[in-house]
């Protein structure tokens, strides 16, 4: 009995002394820790004639459009009409969101974004919010946060937005036009001296660096805002002291260019960009363009005033409006101030 106990107390102690020296089993799955997705995604994955694009991260790690659309390796014989068939979406969409101009044509090689449907690409700006980028378009701000998958309306400069069912607002090719430089001898008076130059062909010198808004400041970087967009001032009002230049804010057509009272907008301008976009230029001193002409953004129409109702001469500035649709818009979410 003697020895059975010794036995069994010889035993624990081994078993004691071999707990402390060997590691408790643990399984396999209990060891293993979650894969954590890296956030560098910018893979392809190839696939029968075009590449589908990872969710790609923006250097703000902002997660992009790219994210629901795919981006097409044209092959020979694709045209816009033969994509648009195939992808259930509109010509127009493909140009929109890859630049291309009407009838531009695309080659073997090309890369152009797919957008999963129609409308355009929205590349966020400084300052911009949700609600600013559905009133730009015309489109319900939750229309937008559904398709791009946001929560809370938060978004970030740089990023870029589907934007489903909208337009683009300017078409045209973004320009700035210069002064053009003439090799005809100068005209002469009758003395056979050259005339001063006037103050037309001073300010037609002038030029004014492009913004990074849609539509060109239509006026100098000196000017600066002295009435808001508000009800019953559906306009930007601009100052420069003592009168400046003003500037088309994008390439279009003249359809207005009245001097007089003009309900109050004194000596007026009414540029067509197309897209059911117009502005208006009021208070003009003088006018440079006339109904018919094709001007350029950024080229000189005007010289600032005071005309129709303003009060006085210090009243000298710009009332610069954006109609869509026959809707005026606030122009700050249209230009850079």
Same mark, same amino acid.
């Given at each position: 009995?003697?020895? %059975?106990?010794? +036995?069994?107390?010889? /035993?624990?102690?081994?078993?004691?002394?071999?707990? @402390?020296?060997?590691?408790?089993?643990?399984?396999?799955? /209990?060891?293993?820790?979650?894969?954590?997705?890296?956030?560098?995604?910018?893979?392809?994955?190839?696939?029968?004639?075009?590449?589908?694009?990872?969710?790609? @991260?923006?250097?703000?790690?902002?997660?992009?459009?790219?994210?629901?659309?795919?981006?097409?390796?044209?092959?020979?014989?694709?045209?816009?009409?033969?994509?648009?068939?195939?992808?259930? !979406?509109?010509?127009?969409?493909?140009?929109? =969101?890859?630049?291309? +101009?009407?009838?531009?044509?695309?080659?073997?090689?090309?890369? @152009?974004?797919? %957008?999963?449907?129609?409308?355009?690409?929205?590349?966020?700006?400084?300052?911009?919010?949700?609600?600013?980028?559905?009133?730009?378009?015309?489109?319900?701000?939750?229309?937008?946060?559904?398709?791009?998958?946001?929560?809370?309306?938060?978004?970030?400069?740089?990023?870029?937005?589907?934007?489903?069912?909208?337009?683009? !607002?300017?078409?045209?090719?973004?320009?700035?036009?210069?002064?053009?430089?003439?090799?005809?001898?100068?005209?002469?008076?009758?003395?056979? +001296? =050259?005339?001063?130059?006037?103050?037309?062909?001073?300010?037609?010198?002038? =030029?004014?660096?492009?913004?990074?808004?849609? @539509?060109?400041?239509?006026?100098?970087?000196?000017?600066?805002? =002295?009435?808001?967009?508000?009800?019953?001032?559906?306009?930007?009002?601009?100052?420069?002291?003592?009168?400046?230049?003003?500037?088309?804010?994008?390439?279009?057509?003249?359809?207005? /260019?009245?001097?007089?009272?003009?309900?109050?907008?004194?000596?007026?301008?009414?540029?067509?960009?197309?897209?059911?976009?117009?502005?208006?230029?009021?208070?003009?001193?003088?006018?440079?363009?006339?109904?018919?002409?094709?001007?350029? +953004?950024?080229?000189?129409?005007?010289?600032?005033?005071?005309?129709?109702?303003?009060?006085?001469?210090?009243?000298?500035?710009?009332?610069?409006?954006?109609?869509?649709?026959?809707?005026?818009?606030?122009?700050? %979410?249209?230009?850079?101030?």
């Amino acid at each position: 009995m003697h020895w %059975l106990s010794l +036995r069994v107390r010889l /035993a624990c102690g081994v078993a004691l002394l071999i707990s @402390l020296l060997v590691p408790p089993y643990v399984p396999q799955p /209990a060891m293993a820790f979650e894969e954590v997705g890296s956030v560098d995604q910018q893979f392809l994955l190839v696939e029968d004639g075009f590449l589908m694009k990872s969710s790609s @991260l923006t250097q703000q790690g902002g997660r992009r459009a790219y994210s629901e659309s795919i981006v097409h390796k044209v092959k020979e014989g694709d045209s816009l009409e033969r994509l648009s068939q195939r992808y259930k !979406i509109a010509k127009e969409t493909i140009a929109w =969101t890859n630049n291309l +101009r009407e009838g531009a044509t695309i080659h073997p090689g090309d890369e @152009l974004v797919i %957008l999963p449907v129609d409308g355009v690409l929205h590349t966020v700006k400084a300052g911009q919010t949700l609600l600013g980028i559905a009133e730009l378009y015309d489109v319900p701000s939750d229309r937008i946060a559904q398709q791009n998958k946001i929560k809370g309306s938060f978004i970030m400069a740089g990023q870029e937005l589907i934007v489903p069912g909208g337009r683009p !607002i300017v078409t045209k090719p973004v320009q700035v036009a210069a002064a053009s430089t003439s090799s005809k001898a100068p005209v002469q008076n009758g003395n056979g +001296r =050259t005339p001063p130059p006037t103050k037309k062909d001073e300010m037609t010198a002038m =030029t004014t660096a492009p913004t990074s808004g849609l @539509l060109q400041k239509p006026c100098s970087a000196s000017c600066f805002i =002295t009435q808001y967009f508000h009800a019953g001032h559906y306009a930007l009002d601009m100052q420069e002291k003592g009168g400046g230049p003003i500037y088309a804010a994008e390439a279009g057509t003249v359809i207005r /260019a009245d001097y007089g009272w003009n309900g109050g907008f004194g000596n007026v301008i009414e540029i067509d960009h197309g897209n059911e976009l117009i502005t208006l230029y009021g208070h003009n001193k003088e006018l440079y363009v006339k109904v018919g002409d094709q001007v350029e +953004r950024g080229q000189l129409i005007s010289a600032m005033g005071n005309t129709g109702l303003v009060y006085g001469s210090t009243g000298i500035h710009i009332h610069f409006e954006v109609r869509v649709k026959g809707v005026k818009k606030n122009p700050l %979410l249209y230009i850079d101030e």
